[in-house]
T-cell receptor
């Protein structure tokens, strides 16, 4: 089965750095995604890791350790607009092509002044 | 210019009715998906089609029937709607296999907010 855990809520201050953790226990693994979802909107892609290590993309970085079943999303120089839900998702292949994403329940981040 | 579009955006209906949600992508992707996001914001895959062929069919009541007339469209028909079907339904697409390499990023539509009364 698939089990993906993230904290439910986090609060941080504008300008600060926040780290959102994700642990997973899945029957298959072929990559981990982070998505951002603002209230009432669609999830949007942030980052993807398939190999161990850190991927950096501007203010956002994501880390993966496959042996530990662990990932984190690091957000630097927080802005008010970063207040959103952050979804961790593990990918596994589906028969016939495409891929299957199993999502965690999301971490609701609130950025305060 | 919208990459993945869904209609309608809002759908309010009575229990027992039959309704359809439509999805179209203009990204040239091979694979499309339907997800359900419940009131606790948990996003769960329902179906996936690759080049009009069903490849993922999760444990979903058979009242839900997806249809893909071509690879740019994936519609979802729901029969005999129940209160528990109230949720946001997201369509998504990804490029799928390209030159032997699987391109993974899924792009989501704006969602259809279904309320069953």
């Amino acid at each position: 089965g698939q089990n993906i855990d993230q904290p439910t809520e986090m609060t941080a201050t504008e300008g600060a750095i926040v780290q959102i953790n994700c642990t997973y226990q899945t029957s298959g693994f072929n990559g981990l995604f982070w998505y951002q979802q603002h209230a009432g909107e669609a999830p949007t892609f942030l980052s993807y890791n398939v190999l161990d290590g850190l991927e950096e993309k501007g203010r956002f970085s994501s880390f993966l350790s496959r042996s530990k079943g662990y990932s984190y999303l690091l957000l630097k120089e927080l802005q008010m607009k970063d207040s959103a839900s952050y979804l961790c998702a593990v990918r596994d292949y589906a028969r016939g092509g495409g891929n299957k994403l199993t999502f965690g329940t999301g971490t609701q981040l609130k950025v305060e002044l | 210019d919208t990459a993945v579009s869904q209609t309608p955006k809002y759908l309010v209906t009575q229990m027992g009715n039959d309704k359809s949600i439509k999805c179209e992508q203009n990204l040239g992707h091979d694979t499309m998906y339907w997800y359900k996001q419940d009131s606790k914001k948990f996003l769960k895959i329902m179906f996936s089609y690759n080049n009009k062929e069903l490849i993922i069919n999760e444990t979903v009541p058979n009242r839900f029937s997806p249809k893909s007339p071509d690879k740019a469209h994936l519609n979802l028909h729901i029969n005999s709607l129940e209160l528990g079907d109230s949720a946001v339904y997201f369509c998504a697409s990804s490029q799928g296999l390209q030159g032997g390499k699987v391109i993974e990023t899924q792009y989501f539509g704006p969602g259809t907010r279904l309320l069953v009364l």
